[in-house]
Each structure stands twice: as structure tokens, then as C-alpha cells.
């Protein structure tokens, strides 16, 4: 499977994810250098998980690494070692965020456009 394939799998399926990247992600247009993190958060019935918000547990379980370069959407990296994800920081601030999928159509999902994020992800997974 093609990156981009799978990471417009990852868009369309049900379950809880943040989105992490260092520029808005538009798939119309690949040409655009992009590097894009997805968390994957535990799914199952974690109601406000204690939290203001409601937005519930916030434990990273998976984390799936994309890069777009000269057109192409290529997966990365597939991370499940909890040491690694344990110390990753989340980012709080993230809110709703559109992804635009190749054809236009607009597709919202929880995240933030924080290089300052890539960056740190990117240290902590080398």
C-alpha cells in the first residue's frame, strides 16, 4: 500500500487520533514538503477521562510518521515502543483542523500546525 493511501485510511477510519504537522495539510497539493505525525489515542468509552474538555485520556498508543516530498506521500515510520511515545510531549492546544482530501473535500480532525512539534518528534525518534 502507498502512503498515501494509508494515511487517507487512517483519516477515513474511526478512532481517536491528533494530527501533528508542520504545514496545513492540503492533498491537492503533494509538491509541497510536509512532514505529518499521527497519534493514535486509546479508543473505548474514556468520558472525560478526569479531564476539562471531555476530551478524555490522553496517552499516545501508536504513532504513524509521513513525509511529502517531490510529490509523494511515503510512511515513515509505525511506532508502538511505549518508552518512545511515553516521552513524547502532546500538544494541548490542538483543535479542530481540516485536512483537504485530493479532491477538495474537506475532512476535520483534532490537530495543530506546530513545526516546533515536528521538531521535537523528530529528535525523540531518531
Do not use: W
Not at 4 to 23: I, M, N
Not at 65 to 70: D, I, L, Q, T
Not at 112 to 119: A, E, K, L, M, R
Amino acid at each position: 500500500m502507498d502512503g498515501l493511501t494509508e494515511f487517507l485510511d487512517l483519516v477515513s477510519a474511526k478512532g481517536r487520533r491528533v494530527y501533528v504537522t508542520e504545514k496545513p495539510i492540503d492533498l491537492r497539493d503533494l509538491a509541497t514538503p510536509n512532514t505529518i505525525f499521527v497519534l493514535q489515542l486509546p479508543d473505548g468509552s474514556t468520558a472525560a477521562g478526569g479531564r476539562g474538555g471531555g476530551f478524555g485520556e490522553r496517552r499516545i498508543v501508536r504513532l504513524y510518521h509521513f513525509e511529502c516530498r517531490e510529490g509523494t506521500y511515503t510512511k515513515v515510520a509505525e511506532v508502538e515502543d511505549g518508552g518512545k511515545l511515553d516521552s513524547l510531549d502532546l500538544p494541548y492546544h490542538a483543535t479542530a483542523m481540516p485536512i483537504l482530501d485530493t479532491e477538495g473535500k474537506e475532512r476535520l480532525v483534532s490537530g495543530v500546525v506546530d513545526p516546533s512539534f515536528v521538531d521535537s518528534y523528530r529528535q525523540v525518534l531518531a
